[in-house]
C-alpha cells in the first residue's frame, strides 16, 4: 500500500500573480502597482535590472507630481501613470525589455528633464537615459515625447500628425498606446463635464488611427493574440466613451 504524497504548496509568486492579475489598474497605489510589475516581469522571463532602475529614476522624476482628480477619487501621485502603462504591456505580453524601460521613462522628459539631469548627469534628459539605458530606450522616448507645437495651427491636428508619424514604428506604437488607454480610458472617472467633453474631442480621432497601426503592425509588435485582443477591447470601449 501506498502512502499518499500531499499536494505541494502552491508558491508565494504563482499566489501573487494571480491575486495582482485578478486586480484592476485604478485599484492599486503605487507600491502594489511596482510590485505587481516584478512578479509579472519574473513570470514572463524578463531581466528587470534596468527596469527596477527606470521605475525608480521616473519616481524621483516625477516626486512632486499629481495626476488630475478623477470623480470622487484622490488625485494620484504622477508615477502611478507610467506605472500602469508599464503594467499594462506586460499584461499585453510585452516582454520587450526597452519598450518596457521607455514605458516606464515616457514623461521624464517632457515633464522633468531637469532632475533626470540633477540624478544622471549628462548635456540633456535625453542624453542622460542615452548613457544610463541605451540608445533604443532614449530613441523611444523621444519618439513619444511630443514636439514644439506651431501656435498659427489646430493643437489637435498637430498632434495626430505627431501620433500618426510616431507610432509607424512597432516599438513606438506599444509605448504610446499604453499611455493613450492610460489617459483616454479616465474619461469614465472625470466629473467635470466641460473637461470631460473637450478630452473626448481630443481623444476621439486617436482611436482609428490606433487601431489601424495596431492591424498593420500585428505579429510585429510580438504580444500573443490574448493581448492583441486585449488592445481591440481597450480601444472599443474607448471609442464608446468618446462618442459625441
Partial sequence: MTTPTPDAPT?????????????????????????????EADARGIDRT????????????????????????????????????????????????????????????????????????????????????????????????NPPRDPARDKAEQYAEHVTAAIADPRVLLVKLADFVDNAGSLKYLTDDAKRSKLAAKYAPLVPIFARAAHHHGDRLGLPPEGLAAIDDHLHSIAEQTVA
Fill in 50 to 145: 534596468d527596469l527596477d532602475h527606470a521605475l525608480a529614476v521616473a519616481s524621483y522624476a516625477h516626486l512632486e507630481q499629481r495626476r488630475t482628480q478623477r470623480g470622487d477619487q484622490v488625485a494620484d501621485p504622477y508615477i502611478t501613470h507610467p506605472y500602469r502603462n508599464t503594467l499594462r504591456l506586460l499584461r499585453y505580453g510585452c516582454t520587450d525589455a526597452a519598450v518596457l524601460v521607455a514605458t516606464a521613462l515616457h514623461d521624464v522628459v517632457e515633464d522633468r528633464p531637469d532632475r533626470v539631469v540633477t540624478l544622471l548627469g549628462g548635456s540633456d534628459a535625453l542624453d542622460a537615459l542615452r548613457r544610463h539605458f541605451g540608445t533604443d530606450v532614449a530613441d523611444l522616448v523621444a519618439a513619444v515625447t
Fill in 11 to 39: 508558491s508565494t509568486h504563482h499566489l501573487l500573480l494571480a491575486a495582482l492579475r485578478a486586480t484592476a489598474l485604478k485599484d492599486m497605489d503605487p507600491s502594489l502597482l511596482v510590485h505587481a510589475i516584478d512578479v
